[in-house]
């Protein structure tokens, strides 16, 4: 099916692209899932002034949980933030993995149904090979 559109230095041709489908959207609130992520922070933070690269190294973690689980409430637990302030404002470490868990929120009256958690998950050797995976609940 084409469709005809006025869209401007078209030079009046039709456009060819076929027409989207407005069908079920995905939603985040499917269900409670947690996943860990290794998150790339040196790229995140490059090019970033010296006094503020743990910071926005925080504020990146919030960002990616947020995209990835489709919560607008991301909450971070003091340990990983005591881990990206582990080598002070300036060298934050190069890559954190984190476990990223959608949960509800207890409070009624909260505008948002679901949160995602963050923490750090600890003793990780290398990061080399590492994927994303799902954690069963526990």
Not at 13 to 28: E, L, N, V
Not at 90 to 104: D, E, T, Y
Not at 112 to 132: D, M, P, Q, R, W
Request: glycine fraction near 6%; charged fraction near 35%; hydrophobic fraction near 35%.
């Amino acid at each position: 099916e084409v469709v005809v559109t006025s869209r401007p230095f078209s030079g009046g041709q039709p456009s060819k692209m076929p027409k989207k489908d407005k069908g079920q959207k995905r939603s985040a609130a499917a269900d409670v899932v947690t996943r860990e992520y290794t998150i790339n922070l040196h790229k995140r933070i490059h090019g970033v002034g010296f006094k503020k690269r743990a910071p926005r190294a925080v504020n990146e973690i919030k960002k990616f949980a947020e995209k990835a689980m489709g919560t607008k409430d991301v909450r971070i637990e003091s340990d990983l933030n005591e881990f990206v302030w582990s080598h002070g404002v300036r060298n934050v470490p190069f890559r954190v993995r984190v476990r990223l868990a959608r949960k509800r929120n207890e409070n009624e009256e909260a505008a948002e149904k679901l949160y995602t958690l963050v923490s750090v998950v600890k003793n990780i050797a290398s990061f080399k090979g590492l994927l994303t995976s799902t954690v069963e609940s526990e």
